[in-house]
């Protein structure tokens, strides 16, 4: 039976931080608040502590250099430590969000970029950044490129790992059969090679979502829907394993993990299993992620709302 909804004034306080970034890490959306008003050393001493656990530290990184006053104070923390790697590295983080609000060069960022990845030269997190830079202003081999930059540091990384099948997913099929698309079998090949407990078992399911949002935004390529798209024999064996494992393994030590159970819980309800979708969603609670919400073309707010409500019974 489904617990009954809390009191409205809850239930809104909670919708209230959907779609936040930082998701579960607290300690992370503490110093955010300290880092927007100025207090960087709060953020220096974060990124410290996070060490070379390497996609937590991109995690952090990419939503401090979110926040609207990110170049400011990195620009000043690296005045007071200018062989700060952690400031070079956020300044850096902060130039790719500024290119991609049309504020700023993709030259510059990129420049920014590389004087941060020679500083710390193990650290994926610059080459992060040049991944997201090509994903919106470079080919398609600087962004291989970039992303074999990536996963020579650190070879189960999650965020790069996203990217790379967001942009598989966009390549027309030379065979013209959408079930031998390529995107399937870089997931499939990147899952394998991890380790039994690593997140990338779940890139599967990920490559499913998102070859429907490209389909789904093409006329004719997606009839039927999502739940036709979650219904044939290979999305069916990808989601069983991937539940499987999220059973099995869970992680949630993982920074991105609400990320993989956001997917997996759209993915659930499409194939028609509310009860294995509800599980997911009371593992999510408020750390909702625009992504998958918002395919193909939703108001993720609206869209994740009506999800959790089909799926747990609640209004």
Request: net charge neutral.
């Amino acid at each position: 039976m489904s617990p009954p909804p809390p009191p409205l004034g809850r239930a809104r306080k909670r919708d209230a931080q959907l779609f936040d970034p930082a998701l579960c890490d607290t300690e992370l959306v503490d110093v955010r608040a300290q880092f927007t008003q100025g207090r960087w050393t709060r953020a220096r001493s974060l990124l410290v502590s996070t060490g070379d656990d390497w996609d937590r530290r991109g995690h952090r990184l990419v939503v401090l250099a979110e926040t609207p006053a990110a170049t400011a104070w990195a620009r000043e923390w690296l005045l007071a430590e200018p062989d700060s790697p952690d400031a070079a590295t956020l300044l850096a983080c902060a130039a790719v969000f500024t290119a991609l609000r049309r504020k700023g060069t993709p030259e510059a960022a990129e420049e920014a970029c590389r004087r941060a990845a020679a500083l710390l030269p193990a650290d994926p997190t610059p080459w992060l950044g040049l991944l997201m830079l090509s994903r919106a202003f470079g080919t398609g081999e600087e962004f291989s490129r970039h992303f074999d930059q990536v996963r020579a540091r650190h070879r189960e990384h999650h965020h790069a790992h996203h990217l790379m099948v967001a942009r598989l997913a966009e390549h027309t099929p030379s065979s013209g059969h959408d079930p031998l698309h390529e995107v399937y079998d870089f997931a499939a090949w990147a899952a394998e090679e991890s380790p039994a407990d690593s997140p990338l078992a779940v890139l599967p399911v990920i490559a499913h979502a998102e070859r429907y949002r490209v389909l789904a935004a093409t006329p004719g390529r997606a009839p039927g829907g999502p739940a036709a798209h979650w219904s044939g024999r290979r999305a069916r064996q990808v989601l069983r394993s991937a539940f499987d494992w999220w059973l099995e393994w869970e992680r949630e030590d993982h920074p991105r993990n609400r990320v993989d159970l956001n997917f997996l819980a759209h993915a659930k309800l499409c194939e028609g299993r509310p009860a294995e979708a509800a599980a997911l969603f009371h593992r999510i609670g408020s750390h909702a992620t625009p992504a998958p919400w918002s395919y193909p073309d939703l108001d993720p707010h609206k869209a994740f709302l009506a999800a959790r409500s089909a799926a747990l019974g609640t209004d």
